[in-house]
């Protein structure tokens, strides 16, 4: 059975740092990509960064580049999340998902197992 755990989410002050951290069971993890979304109250789903476990090359949304890394540790099956400069608008639900071969991080298309999320809440 594939499982996607997000942890790490927590209240930060504007300015802070997080680390989320999804682990990845129940497939070969190199061979599906893992990306990272956010939903925020009465907003649409965001993806914000995303990676591929085979070759390593990652996207992301403007709004977290520079803010935001997202890298892969393969012995672990897990994908991280490192955000810095944290802003009240980054204030979401975090979700991890699985992405196959063609699979969106702008849309989502392609991501077919997701995470039960981490609140990320950063205040001001």
């Known amino acids: 059975e594939v499982q996607l755990v997000e942890s790490g989410g927590g209240l930060v002050q504007a300015g802070g740092s997080l680390r989320l951290s999804c682990a990845a069971s129940?497939?070969?993890?190199?061979?599906?990509?893992i990306g990272w979304f956010r939903q925020a109250p009465g907003k649409e789903r965001e993806g914000i960064a995303c990676?591929?476990?085979?070759?390593?090359?990652?996207y992301y949304v403007d709004s977290v580049k520079g803010r935001f890394t997202i890298s892969s540790d393969n012995a672990k099956n897990t994908v991280y999340l490192q955000m810095h400069s944290l802003k009240p608008d980054d204030t979401a639900t975090y979700y991890c998902?699985?992405?196959?071969?063609?699979?969106?991080?702008?849309?989502?298309?392609?991501?077919?197992?997701w995470g039960q999320g981490t609140q990320v809440t950063v205040s001001s």
């Open positions: 129940g497939y070969t993890f190199a061979d599906y990509g």
């Open positions: 990676i591929s476990n085979s070759d390593f090359t990652s």
């Open positions: 998902a699985r992405g196959d071969i063609g699979s969106s991080c702008r849309t989502g298309y392609g991501y077919d197992h």
